[in-house]
Antibody
Framework: QVQLVQSGAEVKRPGASVKVSCKAS????????INWVRQGPGQGLEWMGW????????GYARRFQGRVSITRDSSITTAFLELRSLKSEDTAVYFC????????????WGQGTLVTVPP | QTVLTQPPSVSGAPGQRVTISCTGS?????????VHWYQQVPGTAPKLLIY???NRPSGVPDRFSGSKSGSSASLTITGLQAEDEADYYC????????????FGTGTKVTVL
């Protein structure tokens, strides 16, 4: 079954870091980019960045640069999102999303991981 | 920073036709980049609805259609059904934002 399965909910203090995992199965992990998209409470979708699992190349949305890292462990077909220096405004559901390449649609979504940063 | 603008809400009775607009600029839709559309039922992950401006993935009903012209795009639901009540987002690429993928502001569709 083609799917992306994410790790469970997290509660973090302001200033801390969080690392969310995304396990891919049912397809060739290295042939699709992994993106991360977040959605604050009652808000819209916000793209955070992408990674090519084959090369390890990454790109991040300007507002997250310096605070975010997307990595992977190809041996376990898993991608990771790390967000540092957390603030209450980072409280959101974080989705990992598959896309074939930079202009391709996001055709497969993980179930989402709620990260809560209390004020 | 809003890049793709959608109406906050649209509504219609069952069987009616509704259209959701997505307005961009010369650095995204107007530059020729494709638009994709997603449907999100509250509490669930978004689902790809339309890709490449007008194409439906397998399994998406043909009452959903998309189009694009210049800096604008639209999603039309013809023959609205109760299960279409959801949030809808357009998405594209913006070449002024360091390779950023960008989403629309989102539209809530209500079936009356």
């Amino acid at each position: 079954q083609v799917q992306l399965v994410q790790s469970g909910a997290e509660v973090k203090r302001p200033g801390a870091s969080v690392k969310v995992s995304c396990k891919a199965s049912g397809y060739a992990f290295n042939t699709y980019d992994i993106n991360w998209v977040r959605q604050g409470p009652g808000q819209g979708l916000e793209w955070m960045g992408w990674m090519n699992p084959n090369s390890g190349n990454t790109g991040y949305a300007r507002r997250f640069q310096g605070r975010v890292s997307i990595t992977r462990d190809s041996s376990i077909t898993t991608a990771f999102l790390e967000l540092r220096s957390l603030k209450s405004e980072d409280t959101a559901v974080y989705f990992c999303v598959r896309g074939r390449q930079w202009l391709a649609p996001f055709d497969l979504w993980g179930q989402g991981t709620l990260v809560t940063v209390p004020p | 920073q809003t890049v793709l603008t959608q109406p906050p809400s649209v509504s219609g009775a069952p069987g009616q036709r509704v259209t959701i607009s997505c307005t961009g600029s010369s650095s995204n839709l107007g530059a020729g980049y494709d638009v994709h559309w997603y449907q999100q039922v509250p509490g669930t992950a978004p689902k790809l609805l339309i890709y490449g401006n007008k194409n439906r993935p397998s399994g998406v009903p043909d009452r959903f259609s998309g189009s694009k012209s210049g800096s604008s795009a639209s999603l039309t639901i013809t023959g609205l059904q109760a299960e279409d009540e959801a949030d809808y987002y357009c998405q594209s690429y913006d070449d002024r934002l360091d390779g950023s993928r960008v989403f629309g502001t989102g539209t809530k569709v209500t079936v009356l």
